[in-house]
């Protein structure tokens, strides 16, 4: 017997998104790029680790960069205060 493992969804993790696109924003762009890729990079490994398919560690990876790419630009978008 086997089982489908489903991973918690990234995008969800709202504290997380926020803490890596905060992050990347302080740095150089081209560092900025390379650290969330690196984040990425850790978070794919550690699905892999779970047993998680790879077509859903892509779909995951894909909705939490689109969302560190929407709280990156809301971000850019709010007057400071």
Do not use: W
Not at 34 to 52: K, S, T, W
């Amino acid at each position: 017997m086997t089982a489908t493992v489903y991973p918690f969804p990234l995008a969800r993790r709202r504290s997380y998104i926020v803490k890596q696109a905060n992050h990347a924003a302080l740095m150089h762009p081209d560092a900025g790029v390379r650290y969330l890729q690196h984040q990425m990079d850790v978070q794919a490994e550690a699905m892999r680790r779970r047993g998680i398919e790879e077509g859903l560690i892509q779909r995951e990876l894909s909705c939490m960069r689109r969302a560190i790419q929407a709280e990156f630009a809301g971000n850019l978008q709010q007057p400071e205060r």
